[in-house]
């Protein structure tokens, strides 16, 4: 065989070569696909998650006022534990001066929380439900955010069954229900920090 022979051989020798190595790769590449597809989110875990941040932001914030603030619960004397409550929600409302409802309860979470509620208040307990919240929650709170929850008014328990639907909460923050309105309520500093109107129907 001729040099030039020889050259022309190992040139188609290596276009064969190259031509399956595509091949190989071809499949990879294509059964690649549905994996990207699968990990795509969930609508309702997104929610979830941003009402997560969005309640750890602000439990962020109350932990920065309280270190401004004389401590709540190393004195047995009611007149101090209320100044120091009266200072830490003093600190929580100037840091949150612009604050308006929906800044947590956002139209998407609250729309969720409602979705995780109903068959509590809508099944074949939902009337037994009511009538618990209804004997037990105030009406005569005013739904304003970063105000105080007005101390003549009961701090209703919110039915186990609710709460077990509902996403849990830091120890900073806690559900209540004022009439008809979750409540999203500062522990220490007693203030009103979000609320959804019209979430027991």
Do not use: W
Not at 15 to 38: F, G
Not at 42 to 61: G, S, T
Not at 98 to 121: N, V
């Amino acid at each position: 065989m001729s040099q030039l022979s020889r050259r022309v051989s190992l040139v188609t020798f290596v276009t064969v070569l190259s031509a399956c190595a595509a091949q190989a790769q071809e499949p990879t590449l294509k059964s690649a696909t549905p994996t990207l597809k699968s990990t795509k989110s969930n609508p309702d875990a997104l929610v979830l998650q941003d009402f997560r941040q969005r309640v750890d932001k602000y439990v962020e914030l109350h932990k920065q006022a309280a270190k401004k603030s004389p401590p709540l619960k190393q004195t047995n004397d009611s007149a101090k534990i209320k100044a120091a409550q009266q200072v830490l929600a003093d600190t929580i409302q100037s840091a949150r001066k612009d604050a308006k409802a929906g800044d947590i309860f956002t139209p998407e979470i609250r729309t969720k929380l409602k979705q995780l509620m109903y068959p509590e208040l809508k099944g074949p307990d939902g009337a037994k439900t009511k009538a618990v919240i209804k004997e037990d929650a105030p009406t005569g709170v005013p739904l304003k955010v970063n105000s105080h929850y007005p101390e003549a008014q009961p701090l209703s328990t919110v039915p186990p069954n609710l709460l077990e639907r509902l996403p849990r909460l830091p120890a900073q923050v806690e559900y209540r229900i004022a009439g008809t309105a979750l409540l999203l309520r500062d522990v220490d500093a007693n203030l009103i920090v979000d609320f959804i109107p019209n979430a027991i129907q």
